[in-house]
């Protein structure tokens, strides 16, 4: 099928079909990042080769394996994160909350190699357990990670880290786990845009067990 437009309409009549292909790099970038919501945001820290501090965020960024627990995040083109993980194989990631996002925010600043900004936002570090670079000391949660492996795709390098240590402020935990809305995590949209948590629910996850036999949807877990 071929695409319905050459470029984002400001209006859409009927279903947007689109081979990526078509449109700019730009425009696909807006699209992507408008579907994939919400993301969750990595505030990665890391240290050059020569010591130089860095702080930034990525949103295209999740947990990729619990055991051993690995994440993710992707590097658009070669920037100072992905230069000094490649040269030093350290990064932590920081849980950004809704208290720290406009100094996140200001980290995105494309900042010369040696700015450090940690000064530039005005951020007070925390020493990591069994890595180099520091952490943010306001975030509430921290992945300290080694490096596993940077895969590259598309216009993109996909840096893989093995979460070697984590760090929970007790601010955020309740019952044996986090509580996501004490947690607060900032939730990335495309654009400028951001939101929070909205509703929270509980939806039990179905066993083959107790659908095996009924007709369907009668043993389909409802939300509480
Ligand atoms: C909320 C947010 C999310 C971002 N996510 C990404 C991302 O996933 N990948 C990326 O390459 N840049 C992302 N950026 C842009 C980088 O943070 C920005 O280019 C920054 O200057 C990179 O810093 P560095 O050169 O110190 O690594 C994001 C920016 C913001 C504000």
Redesign the pocket.
Known sequence: MPSSHSAPPEELEAPLELDPSDWATQDNYFLLTGLVVPRP??W?SSVSADGAL????????NAVASDPPHVM?????V????R?VTATREFVVNLVSLDQVEK??F?????P?DED?FAWADIAQAPSSRVRPPRVQAAKAHLECKLATIVPVGN?SVVIGEVVHIHVDPAVWRQGRVDPALLDP?C?LSGSG?ARLGEIFKLPRPHWSDVEGSSGLERMPRRA
Do not use: C, Q
């Not at 995040?73 to 083109?77: A, E, I, L, Q």
């Not at 980290?107 to 900042?111: A, G, P, Q």
């Open positions: 945001i990595a990665v860095n702080l930034a965020p990525h949103s295209y960024f995040f992707s590097s658009t083109g920037k100072d994160t992905l000094n996140m925010n980290t995105s600043t494309d900042f190699p900004e993109s900032v990335r951001y």
